[in-house]
């Protein structure tokens, strides 16, 4: 009797998604395959090139991986579109000219190189939860909101804004829950600081801004952890609160401001100026008249029981 044995081999098909590189062909719009070589939209494992010398218009939402535009290339978001999302891993690395009308994310770095250019419209957002390295141009003049993170989701990372660049900022928002927040690496003049959620540290760098949305909390606020000030000029009798401190959260606030000065603030932790008496507070707050001259206003400085 002969016994037969039969191997069975199972085979165990697998089948992966391998990131392609898709460059423009021509001018045109995203949505349309012709724009694109090999005929093809860019999908979410894609990484994406606009090629020297062509305009794409962003006309619907997208996500994608990373995208580099290249010199003297175009990239235009249109407002309909709400802007362009990509992926956790998708950095963008921009060497001709992005138009803002929509809105602009990466979950990761931004870098707008020398020469590039960065323009935007009414009402747009440039939402970036990496790092920011601007040596070109970035131009959110118009109600546009530069945002490290964004207001409904905090960046995780430690982001830094940096560059040797030109910024002509109307307001920048913070949305970070990482312990490093967001670090100052240039000094920046805006129009409003909005704090959403995490905290941004100067280090060696100013600050100056018109406004505030909020006079800040434990968790978010500006920390001056070097020699960098937070600075604003406003007008009125109404109270102006700076969202300020060291290693706790110190807000100043002052007001009657008639006379339209521009003061600076910076909070320290260990004392410069020897205090008064034994029962102090373990903050230092640094004022000062940026605009020098004879000025009367009101200040109240602000600390914790804990303090």
Not at 256 to 284: A, L
């Amino acid at each position: 009797m002969k016994t037969v044995y039969f191997l069975i081999a199972l085979f165990s098909l697998h089948t992966s998604t391998i990131a392609q590189t898709i460059t423009s062909a021509k001018t045109g719009v995203w949505s349309d395959p012709s724009t694109w070589a090999g005929n093809m939209v860019p999908a979410s494992f894609n990484d994406v090139v606009i090629a020297t010398g062509h305009t794409v218009t962003v006309d619907i939402n997208d996500t994608i991986l990373n995208l580099s535009i290249n010199p003297t290339a175009i990239l235009h978001i249109n407002s309909g579109s709400g802007g362009l999302t990509l992926t956790a891993t998708g950095s963008i690395i921009n060497s001709g000219v992005i138009q803002i009308v929509g809105r602009l994310r990466t979950n990761n770095n931004f870098t707008n190189q020398a020469g590039a250019s960065v323009i935007d419209n009414f009402g747009n957002q440039l939402n970036i939860f990496g790092n920011l390295v601007n040596n070109g141009s970035l131009n959110l003049s118009h109600t546009s909101v530069l945002v490290c993170g964004d207001a409904g989701t905090a960046s995780t990372l430690p982001q830094n804004i940096s560059g040797t660049g030109t910024f002509n900022l109307h307001s920048i928002g913070i949305g970070n829950t990482n312990a490093a927040g967001v670090s100052l690496s240039v000094p920046l003049t805006i129009d409003v600081l909005q704090l959403f959620n995490g905290k941004l540290f100067l280090g060696s760098n100013d600050l100056t801004c018109n406004s505030f949305n909020t006079a800040g909390n434990t968790t978010s606020y500006v920390v001056t952890n070097g020699t960098g000030r937070l600075k604003s000029k406003f007008t009125g009798i109404s109270n102006v609160i700076f969202p300020i401190g060291n290693s706790t959260h110190n807000p100043v606030s002052i007001g009657k401001n008639t006379g339209h000065h521009t003061f600076s603030v910076k909070v320290n932790d260990n004392f410069i100026h020897s205090p008064y008496g034994s029962s102090v507070v373990n903050s230092e707050w640094d004022i000062i008249d940026e605009t020098g001259g004879a000025v009367s206003v009101d200040i109240t400085l602000s600390w914790y029981t804990t303090d």
